[in-house]
């Protein structure tokens, strides 16, 4: 739709120009930015225009460019980039899983970044399921210079708020390469057969044992669990059941959320059991 309170439009080509003037927002793919109005926003400032790499593979892990779109993520997951997937991470599977809990089209897959999607910081949103089910750090520009690396799993604080200060700029995720060597599943589940996800469950276990579960769509906030190995149904069930933030609204009661999240918890359970 049209947006007519935008009187300016400028491209960030350096740090300097990530300065924001009064009335001026931050633009990535802008899929959301444009689909209703915004009456206090008077001025674009595209970040495209920074030259970010959409994806490097470091000795760290993978780092994932805020403004790389969710086509480019999966497309390296399916090993269509000049960017090889690692033989060990086999997480990357389910980056394409995680994508299509976005219930979007594959024209905005092509325009919606990565980065877009973890600042709307919607519950539902696709890439924040995803990077807090590998911890992931964002690295965050704070206006004057500054740099803070914080986990994505603390970045939102509810649906559709999150901790990013005025001029702050989501820069990069990183995904260790330990989570990415893990074994990852991915549950979700609509009230339609084409509805927006009402819960998200990850489960993952690494080398050392460790197992990690994650809560989003059906909390506020992305909620995680970690253990030292797979924990037993009640342990688990009793953990998932007093997960703080479940909500009600048009597409799930609170109480179906937290029913179905304990199901697909168990079922996450029982899978990495087997792959024990």
Known sequence: MDVPTIETFRVARTRDDLELAPGETFLAGGTWLMSEPQPETTGLVDLTGMGWPDLEITRHGLRISATCTIARLVDFARGGTPIAVPETWLAVDTFEPAADALLASFKIWNTATVGGNICRSFAAAAMVALTVALDGIAEVWAPGGGIRHVPVAEIVTGNGTNNLARGEVLRAIDLPARALESRLVLRKIALAEY??????????????????????AATQAPVVFRFDGVPDVRILESAVRTAPGYYSDPLGAADWRRSVSIVLAERIRRELVGAA
């Open 195 to 216: 509805g927006r996800s009402g819960a998200v469950v990850t489960g993952r276990t690494d080398a050392d044992g460790t197992t990690v579960f994650g809560i989003t």
